[in-house]
């Protein structure tokens, strides 16, 4: 008997249940989606390292996921208690005929187990499915190799979300127990003629808390934008943080305040049409829902700036790599060791006789003397000096801007001594990089710096011409700001600064402080690239061995453990990032999509009345399209505002790895995405309310 009504009930009311439905359903493809990784790995053929990358970010999604569950899980009681209200009337029905609460209780059990189990069962299969376009997607992002690749069901994944799944059903069917036994008859019968209390606000106060808000708003805009470089401790990020999400809030709190009255005064706007009704119906939902809204218009700028930001980055990487990586190794050690000195944690050591006479040949000398077929291994070397002079140092070279800088930037280590190039050595890397090559006079120099902040520290200081003595000689700059360029490979432009001076330069042996060894492999196939690969960077290699025994420290980078490393932090940060955007999203549209249902439902005399004075469906289809709209719009609209800020600072914060050029194309990704989602709540929820104010 129950079940029979229960399960008429949800037929009947499938209308009610569509948004609802629509956020399960969503939630638990995107659950399943992003949970099934782990089968999808293990048939990705893709190197030792890659592979670790991939099982770590599907250790950390594994971490989100508990967040996520909780947010989902808010979501659907937040869902249900809209459902519980519409249905008040019913409800009192039923107890009128001689139904008990438990019994109230049950029906709801069994309609919360029947959605839960349909929505479970249709979003898993849509998982299924859309979880195989991920490991493709995967695949791509990895540059992994798909020859294998099979449809992939992952049980793992099923169970994990059935579980989550069902732990939420629980705690609604709890919550639902819970308020049905506090509802008085009385109440139930009477709840559709009961309105929320809508306070009035004092017009002149409202226009001077927004002015507020939005002064205290424009200044957390500056903070993170203009004060960038004092923005460097969460102890100043927070309360920039904590003065966005107040002026939001008041905003939201002052909006319902006044603008009713300004709009009042435009007789032409406000008397046109159902403007009237329209604005009073926006002006009351803004009002009733301050904190609501303030939380999805915070919610709704994560998406935005997470989804932009991530995108962003993945795109300024890939980028850069190509750029960044144009050889397969450098390899660099230090000179001239002297018998004892500190390692780079600060602490003394003694150098061996075996060490110190090692450090006084080429690199290419000392693999030769560890067993390396060096002719076999690497083609296209160039290696070349690096020097320093105790003189030189950041601080020297800032001159008379030191106090200034140090100000501005107080964490940089201005005793740090910087690095020597003589012109030709430079320049027989940039011809094997494909990079500009320079010429100086006997009496110039430059500036080899490509990472955004030192170029501006170092850029002034140029442009007065500022003079360097190197080994007795003073020499002018020639160019007056900082050329492009680099020597060891990295992901990204982070090169601070390096001096390149004329070959007759008075620099010695004795200034020799690290040699810089830059080729490639002699390959021609991936998989001979990584037989030389493994020499170089697996810690159980003969080299590696070898040299470890003797003391002797050979550091490197490879082009291939960079590709793999960036290529797999980029991944994680944007699936993270796609993860939470598309959670946020998904609450943010749901949580207005049934508030406007609630509000729909609630005024159902209201339209009755718009009928009775004669107005024809059209023009109250219209009003409806127009009152949602711009309850969508309004949160979204200040969400945008906020992300322009956000994601600038976001930038700033990125310095050297994402860059603004690639921005475009991310925002029209997120664009994207927000239009598909938020849309389709949108039109869900405007349908949804036609159905419910229609003419019965």
Do not use: H
């Given at each position: 008997m129950l079940f029979k009504l229960s399960f008429e009930n949800m037929k009947k009311s499938f209308k009610d249940y569509a948004i609802y439905f629509l956020t399960l359903v969503l939630g638990v493809a995107i659950f399943y989606m992003f949970n099934s990784l782990d089968s999808q790995e293990a048939m990705l053929n893709v190197s030792k390292s890659t592979r670790e990358m991939i099982q770590l970010m599907i250790s950390m999604l594994g971490m989100v996921s508990v967040f996520v569950a909780i947010i989902l899980g808010l979501l659907i009681v937040y869902a249900n208690n809209f459902l519980i209200n519409r249905r008040k009337k019913e409800f009192g029905i039923y107890m009128t005929l001689g139904m008990g609460k438990r019994q109230i209780s049950k029906i709801l059990l069994i309609e919360t187990i029947l959605v839960g189990m349909i929505s479970l069962g249709i979003g898993i299969v849509i998982g299924v499915f859309a979880s195989q376009f991920m490991t493709i997607l995967i695949s791509k992002l990895f540059e992994a190799d798909m020859s294998e690749f099979t449809f992939v069901f992952s049980q793992n994944a099923c169970v994990k979300t059935c579980v989550y799944f069902a732990i939420m059903y629980v705690a609604v069917a709890i919550f639902n127990t819970i308020t049905i036994s506090?509802?008085?008859?009385?109440?139930?019968?009477?709840?559709?003629?009961?309105?929320?209390?809508?306070?009035?606000?004092?017009?002149?106060?409202?226009?001077?808390?927004?002015?507020?808000?939005?002064?205290?708003?424009?200044?957390?805009?500056?903070?993170?934008?203009?004060?960038?470089?004092?923005?460097?401790?969460?102890?100043?990020?927070?309360?920039?943080?904590?003065?966005?999400?107040?002026?939001?809030?008041?905003?939201?709190?002052?909006?319902?305040?006044?603008?009713?009255?300004?709009?009042?005064?435009?007789?032409?706007?406000?008397?046109?049409?159902?403007?009237?009704?329209?604005?009073?119906?926006?002006?009351?939902?803004?009002?009733?829902?301050?904190?609501?809204?303030?939380?999805?218009?915070?919610?709704?700028?994560?998406?935005?700036?997470?989804?932009?930001?991530?995108?962003?980055?993945?795109?300024?990487?890939?980028?850069?790599?190509?750029?960044?990586?144009?050889?397969?190794?450098?390899?660099?050690?230090?000179?001239?060791?002297?018998?004892?000195?500190?390692?780079?944690?600060?602490?003394?050591?003694?150098?061996?006789?075996?060490?110190?006479?090692?450090?006084?040949?080429?690199?290419q000398e000392t693999l030769k003397n560890h067993g390396l077929n060096y002719d076999s291994i690497l083609k296209d070397v160039v290696e070349i000096p690096i020097y320093r002079t105790e003189n030189l140092t950041l601080e020297s070279f800032l001159g008379d801007s030191v106090e200034q800088v140090k100000a501005q930037y107080p964490m940089l280590l201005y005793q740090t001594p910087e690095d020597i190039i003589k012109i030709s050595d430079y320049n027989k890397i940039a011809s094997l990089y494909g990079t500009n090559q320079y010429e100086l006079k006997e009496n110039e120099y430059l500036v080899l710096c490509d990472f955004e902040n030192s170029v501006k520290i170092r850029n002034p200081i140029l442009e007065k011409g500022n003079k360097l003595t190197i080994a007795g000689k003073e020499y002018s700059p020639k160019y007056r700001e900082c050329q492009d360029g680099f020597i060891v490979m990295s992901t990204s432009h982070i090169n601070p600064g390096i001096i390149l001076v004329p070959d007759d330069c008075s620099l010695?042996?004795?200034?020799?402080?690290?040699?810089?060894?830059?080729?490639?492999?002699?390959?021609?196939?991936?998989?001979?690239?990584?037989?030389?690969?493994?020499?170089?960077?697996?810690?159980?290699?003969?080299?590696?061995?070898?040299?470890?025994?003797?003391?002797?420290?050979?550091?490197?980078?490879?082009?291939?453990?960079?590709?793999?490393?960036?290529?797999?932090?980029?991944?994680?940060?944007?699936?993270?990032?796609?993860?939470?955007?598309?959670?946020?999203?998904?609450?943010?549209?749901?949580?207005?999509a049934l508030k406007q249902l609630t509000e729909s439902s609630d005024n159902r005399q209201r339209y009755l009345i718009l009928r009775k004075i004669g107005c024809d469906e059209k023009m109250i289809h219209q009003s409806l399209f127009r009152q949602i709209g711009i309850f969508f719009a309004l949160p979204l609209i200040l969400a945008m505002i906020h992300s322009i800020f956000g994601i600038q600072f976001v930038l700033s914060m990125m310095v050297g790895l994402a860059n603004e050029e690639d921005l475009l194309p991310s925002i029209i990704v997120t664009v994207a995405v927000i239009g598909a989602i938020y849309g389709a709540y949108f039109l869900a929820t405007y349908c949804g309310s036609k159905n419910i104010i229609k003419e019965e």
């Open positions: 506090r509802y008085k008859l009385i109440n139930l019968l009477t709840a559709l003629k009961k309105n929320e209390k809508v306070k009035i606000k004092n017009p002149f106060l409202c226009v001077i808390v927004f002015l507020i808000a939005s002064a205290v708003l424009g200044y957390a805009y500056w903070k993170v934008t203009g004060g960038i470089q004092t923005m460097d401790t969460a102890e100043k990020i927070l309360p920039v943080i904590l003065m966005g999400t107040v002026s939001t809030i008041l905003i939201f709190w002052s909006l319902s305040g006044f603008v009713l009255n300004v709009i009042k005064s435009m007789k032409n706007v406000y008397l046109k049409g159902t403007n009237l009704f329209v604005l009073r119906q926006i002006n009351n939902k803004i009002n009733t829902m301050v904190v609501s809204m303030s939380v999805i218009c915070l919610m709704l700028f994560m998406t935005i700036s997470i989804l932009s930001s991530s995108l962003s980055l993945r795109n300024s990487m890939q980028k850069d790599l190509k750029e960044m990586t144009p050889v397969d190794i450098n390899l660099y050690k230090s000179a001239n060791l002297p018998e004892e000195g500190k390692n780079q944690y600060g602490k003394e050591i003694l150098y061996s006789p075996e060490q110190r006479a090692d450090s006084m040949v080429e690199i010695t042996e004795q200034n020799k402080k690290m040699t810089f060894l830059a080729g490639n492999y002699q390959a021609n196939s991936a998989e001979e690239k990584q037989k030389i690969e493994a020499i170089f960077a697996d810690n159980n290699s003969n080299l590696i061995k070898d040299l470890k025994n003797q003391g002797i420290e050979i550091d490197g980078i490879t082009k291939i453990s960079i590709m793999e490393s960036s290529i797999g932090l980029a991944t994680i940060i944007t699936f993270i990032a796609i993860y939470l955007g598309i959670i946020f999203l998904i609450a943010s549209s749901a949580i207005l």
